[in-house]
């Protein structure tokens, strides 16, 4: 499992969140604590938002722990919206285009969990994505395919529910073709505007999402595990939600892929 970090709000060097907490996401590639695998060595990757539309990106295959550029740029930029990620693949190469965040036009996307059996329909789940989008297929994850499908079901103007379509059509595809568990997902995503971020399963575990404003910073953090170990006062966002952090603050609404999607 991966672990992810975002943020929204006054911009913030983007090292407040990945390198300088004492439970960074840095720290979390080395030393997770609420996930299967505590390490999570396998790549790295950044979005950010600033003068253009379209997110700045990131992304290497070494330890986020082992990478002094990765230091160096999160030291110098400085973002009101960014997305992290690092990276333990569930089966997929190690390679650049399998870091997450994945961007597409001004979205971009990061995820952890895993969609079972998914190597036994890969072409089924290709073959479901729109020709305006499948340009943008660079790598071979399973969750490269849920963006891209996302899109295919209009994200740019139903984020919620083409997000559900999109987990319904492969959740579909697993039941039929692949292995349990068929879905489990954390997930972060952007149009440079809104951070949305959902949490669901089709059993009975599903990857940890947390959310907390900070005064300090003006700022929303949304992440895999709590940034500081000290500090008591972050929300669980709870499977089968998802969560809108905008100009105006921060909103949950339930998440159903199965009342929303249609069989794949």
């Given amino acids: 499992m991966c672990r992810w970090a975002a943020y929204h709000g006054t911009p913030i060097f983007l090292e407040d969140v990945i390198s300088r907490p004492g439970h960074s996401l840095i720290a979390q590639s080395a030393h997770a604590e609420e996930c299967k695998t505590a390490t999570n060595g396998d790549g790295f990757g950044v979005a950010w938002y600033d003068a253009r539309p379209e997110p700045g990106l990131y992304r290497d295959v070494y330890p986020a722990w082992s990478d002094p550029n990765l230091r160096a740029v999160a030291h110098h930029v400085r ?6 990620h690092v990276r333990a693949s569930t089966g997929s190469c190690i390679s650049r285009n399998n870091c997450h965040p994945f961007a597409a036009r001004r979205w971009c996307f990061m995820h952890n969990g895993q969609v079972g059996g998914f190597e036994a329909f890969r072409k089924q789940a290709d073959m479901a994505i729109a020709d305006e989008f499948y340009t943008y297929r660079k790598g071979s994850t399973d969750s490269e395919v849920l963006f891209l499908l996302a899109l295919s079901e209009g994200l740019e103007h139903d984020p919620h529910g083409a997000l559900a379509r999109a987990i319904a059509r492969l959740e579909g595809l697993s039941r039929a073709h692949g292995t349990t568990p068929h879905m489990r997902l954390s997930a972060a995503f952007s149009d440079g505007q809104t951070l949305y971020a959902a949490r669901y399963s089709s059993d009975h575990i599903a990857p940890s999402v947390y959310y907390r404003y900070s005064h300090a910073r003006q700022g929303w953090a949304v992440v895999s ?4 170990t000290d500090e008591g006062d972050w929300t ?17 609404r339930d998440f159903a892929p199965a009342d929303l999607g249609r069989a794949a």
């Fill in 225 to 228: 595990e709590p940034l500081e």
């Fill in 79 to 84: 973002s009101g919206l960014f997305l992290s």
């Fill in 236 to 252: 669980e966002l709870r499977p089968g939600r998802m969560l809108t952090i905008g100009a105006e603050g921060a909103a949950e």
